[in-house]
């Protein structure tokens, strides 16, 4: 009988996936935050605050999944360089798992992303690599991963199938622990952005695997493909523009997004995510997020619509990134009249709102 052995030795998989546990069994998990709404609204606004993880934004959740799959999947080994497309926060969270295992990283960006986001992909190890246009990041992240042998992580395509959406502390599972002892513990809607897909994916699986009748929102910026897709239901929708507001707007509809689960989305003015992400600095005392704006801007409107119907319950979001990364754009005078924005109207709005609980936009 002949056999074909091509086993390789798994030391170096061991301890790999040992270093990710031991680094996940040192976390505590992040924050849910209460917003302050007025009491008499009888709704109540909480805001899963994914800053708090040591690289500072919702993606270290995805970047550890990614690893522990490719790992597990044999496609990342010893001295493996590993390349991904990505904006910055993803970028960011991968660098230092990377880091942490000894392997060089890539980061395949478009030349816009922040200085800020750039200074920290480098302080963890990772080198970036530019491209003029963000449709771009995807064929040149399969290149230079082809050219040095190395590994493209893919986050756009893998992070769906990379979380363990039943739960093993997900995202989602986490959210429902943490509301178990609040007046309304089953949120009436849970409102994220869709970014690679990956997060509203697993959110929306697990309420229906746990049978809860919380309902998915997704926010999305201007210019980002996924809610043209989500409304003609055009899976190959793209814009083939950048997005503004970083982390979240995508040029085409990402193989992760499964709009089966989405039960309602919402499409959010580029100023109006600034101005809602400036407001909530305020009322928190903590800088957050362009994303964060968005994802609070779709939450106001759910909010304004509850109360219209005399309806109490919960609306959980999240907070997915702090707002220093954005000193020299979101929070930027300068720049944002560069763009062509004007804060004006929607800061209106949403003064009006935390006033009378009225939604005119």
Same mark, same amino acid.
């Given at each position: 009988?002949?056999?074909?052995?091509?086993?390789?030795p798994?030391?170096?998989?061991?301890?790999?996936?040992?270093?990710?546990?031991?680094?996940?069994?040192?976390s505590?998990?992040?924050?849910?935050?209460?917003?302050?709404?007025?009491?008499?609204?009888?709704?109540?606004?909480?805001?899963?605050?994914?800053?708090?993880?040591?690289?500072?934004?919702?993606?270290?959740?995805?970047?550890?999944?990614?690893?522990?799959?490719?790992?597990c999947?044999?496609?990342?080994?010893?001295?493996?360089?590993?390349?991904?497309?990505?904006s910055?926060s993803?970028?960011?969270?991968?660098?230092?798992?990377?880091?942490?295992?000894?392997?060089?990283?890539?980061?395949?960006?478009?030349a816009?992303t922040?200085p800020?986001?750039?200074?920290?992909?480098?302080a963890q190890?990772?080198?970036?690599?530019?491209?003029?246009r963000?449709?771009?990041?995807?064929?040149?992240a399969?290149?230079?991963?082809?050219?040095?042998?190395?590994?493209?992580?893919?986050?756009?395509?893998?992070?769906?199938?990379?979380t363990?959406?039943?739960?093993?502390?997900n995202? *989602?599972e986490?959210?429902f622990q943490?509301?178990?002892?609040?007046?309304?513990p089953?949120?009436?809607?849970?409102?994220?952005?869709?970014?690679?897909?990956?997060?509203?994916?697993?959110?929306?699986?697990?309420?229906?695997? %746990?049978?809860?009748?919380?309902?998915?929102a997704?926010?999305?910026? &201007?210019?980002?493909?996924?809610?043209?897709?989500?409304?003609?239901?055009d899976? *190959?929708?793209?814009?083939g523009?950048?997005?503004r507001? &970083?982390?979240?707007?995508?040029? %085409?509809?990402?193989p992760?997004?499964?709009?089966?689960?989405?039960d309602?989305?919402?499409?959010v003015?580029?100023a109006?995510?600034?101005?809602?992400?400036?407001?909530a600095?305020?009322?928190?005392? %903590?800088?957050?997020?362009g994303?964060?704006?968005?994802n609070?801007?779709?939450?106001?409107?759910?909010?304004? &619509?509850?109360?219209?119907?005399?309806?109490?319950?919960?609306?959980?979001?999240?907070l997915?990134?702090?707002g220093?990364?954005?000193?020299?754009?979101?929070f930027d005078?300068?720049?944002?009249?560069?763009?062509?924005?004007?804060?004006?109207?929607?800061?209106?709005?949403?003064?009006?709102?935390?006033?009378?609980?009225?939604?005119?936009?």
């Amino acid at each position: 009988m002949k056999s074909c052995d091509r086993s390789v030795p798994r030391d170096w998989v061991d301890n790999a996936v040992r270093l990710i546990d031991a680094d996940t069994q040192r976390s505590a998990d992040t924050h849910l935050l209460r917003y302050p709404l007025p009491v008499e609204w009888n709704v109540q606004l909480y805001l899963k605050d994914e800053s708090t993880h040591i690289t500072g934004s919702l993606k270290h959740r995805l970047a550890r999944s990614l690893f522990l799959y490719a790992i597990c999947n044999g496609w990342i080994t010893e001295g493996t360089t590993v390349v991904e497309a990505s904006s910055g926060s993803t970028a960011i969270s991968e660098a230092y798992f990377a880091k942490l295992l000894g392997l060089d990283f890539v980061a395949v960006m478009p030349a816009s992303t922040s200085p800020q986001k750039i200074a920290l992909i480098e302080a963890q190890g990772g080198r970036c690599h530019f491209v003029q246009r963000a449709s771009e990041m995807y064929s040149e992240a399969a290149r230079l991963a082809t050219e040095c042998g190395g590994h493209y992580m893919d986050q756009f395509t893998h992070a769906e199938r990379a979380t363990d959406w039943r739960g093993n502390n997900n995202i *989602a599972e986490s959210v429902f622990q943490q509301m178990a002892f609040e007046t309304n513990p089953v949120p009436e809607w849970i409102v994220v952005g869709a970014g690679t897909g990956g997060t509203s994916a697993t959110i929306g699986r697990y309420i229906r695997y %746990r049978r809860h009748a919380t309902k998915l929102a997704v926010v999305d910026p &201007e210019n980002s493909a996924f809610y043209g897709g989500y409304e003609l239901g055009d899976t *190959a929708y793209g814009t083939g523009m950048p997005s503004r507001i &970083e982390g979240i707007g995508r040029p %085409r509809v990402e193989p992760s997004f499964v709009r089966q689960v989405v039960d309602r989305m919402f499409e959010v003015p580029d100023a109006a995510s600034i101005a809602t992400a400036r407001c909530a600095s305020t009322r928190l005392g %903590r800088r957050v997020g362009g994303s964060t704006g968005t994802n609070l801007w779709g939450a106001f409107a759910l909010i304004a &619509e509850m109360i219209a119907e005399g309806c109490a319950g919960s609306v959980v979001t999240l907070l997915c990134d702090g707002g220093d990364r954005y000193t020299g754009t979101y929070f930027d005078d300068e720049w944002v009249a560069a763009q062509g924005l004007s804060l004006a109207e929607p800061t209106a709005i949403l003064d009006k709102f935390l006033m009378t609980g009225t939604w005119d936009a």
